[in-house]
């Protein structure tokens, strides 16, 4: 059974960087694409980053130029470094991840952005 580790959030100010970081029980060049999501309180949840396996990398228009993701194949881990966070990126953050046609989540971990 594959198994994703978030960790790295936290409560920031806004304006402030956090890093989190999903750390996979496998091998994560076998998924052919990693994702980061979020679900802002009382709202769906939605794609914030992406990763496939060839490398291609895809925001969501909220986040552009302030949001990067990365992955470190030696590590088997993908990770979000989020900078200039604003309010409305507070949110619980998903590490997903997708092998033939099957989806894998993360427990998820807490970004309080405060003012």
């Known amino acids: 059974q594959v198994q994703l580790l978030e960790s790295g959030g936290g409560l920031v100010q806004a304006g402030g960087s956090l890093r989190l970081s999903c750390a996979a029980s496998e091998s994560i060049v076998s998924f052919s694409a990693m994702d980061w999501y979020r679900q802002p309180p009382g709202k769906q949840r939605e794609l914030v980053a992406t990763?496939?396996?060839?490398?291609?990398?895809n925001y969501a228009d909220s986040v552009k130029d302030r949001f990067t993701i990365s992955r470190d194949k030696d590590k088997n881990t993908v990770d979000l470094q989020m900078n200039g966070l604003k309010l409305e990126d507070t949110a619980a953050y998903y590490c997903?991840?997708?092998?033939?046609?099957?989806?894998?989540w993360g427990q998820g971990t807490q970004v309080t952005v405060s003012s």
């Open positions: 997903h991840a997708m092998r033939n046609f099957h989806d894998y």
């Open positions: 990763i496939t396996s060839g490398g291609w990398i």
